[in-house]
């Protein structure tokens, strides 16, 4: 694994403003549905941007890529903030975040793995842990198998 590195402030400031074309997003995307908790999605802002754009190694266009991090969003309520990155990111047009929870709409009130981008449905708080560990545990002994650990 890379050494961690802190950010210069440039970058930092790029993950600010990230961080906070997010929030608007989600706010627009749950203000569109209807529905939703842009407050669950608002305090979930900056880990997302630092994670996404500054720490996480995935391909925005290829998300089921077996090399990419994976992220599971345990509070899934927050869906609309996952959407908005995966905007951010290049993955989804942004116009279509205004279709949340609509009928026709890839893009539910939580994640499901319907969604290219989404391995772990969520919803039930704390679930995610059991099933991020899950996923480690199984990924780091089928790497082994394959000998490239």
Request: with cysteine; proline share 5%; hydrophobic share 40%.
């Amino acid at each position: 694994m890379e050494a961690y590195h802190k950010p210069d402030q440039q970058k930092l400031q790029a993950l600010k403003d990230t961080a906070n074309r997010l929030r608007i997003s989600s706010i627009q995307a749950t203000t569109a549905a209807g529905s939703g908790h842009p407050t669950s999605c608002c305090s979930a802002a900056e880990i997302m941007a630092v994670l996404f754009f500054h720490t996480m190694r995935y391909k925005a266009l290829d998300p089921r890529n077996p090399h990419n991090d994976r992220f599971v969003l345990s509070k899934g309520h927050a869906a609309p903030i996952l959407y908005a990155v995966w905007a951010e990111a290049g993955f989804l047009p942004e116009s279509e975040l205004l279709n949340l929870r609509k009928i026709s709409s890839d893009l539910d009130g939580h994640p499901v793995p319907k969604q290219a981008f989404t391995d772990v449905a969520t919803g039930s708080l704390g679930q995610g842990l059991g099933a991020a560990c899950g996923m480690a545990y199984t990924g780091k002994y089928f790497d082994k198998a394959r000998g490239s650990c």
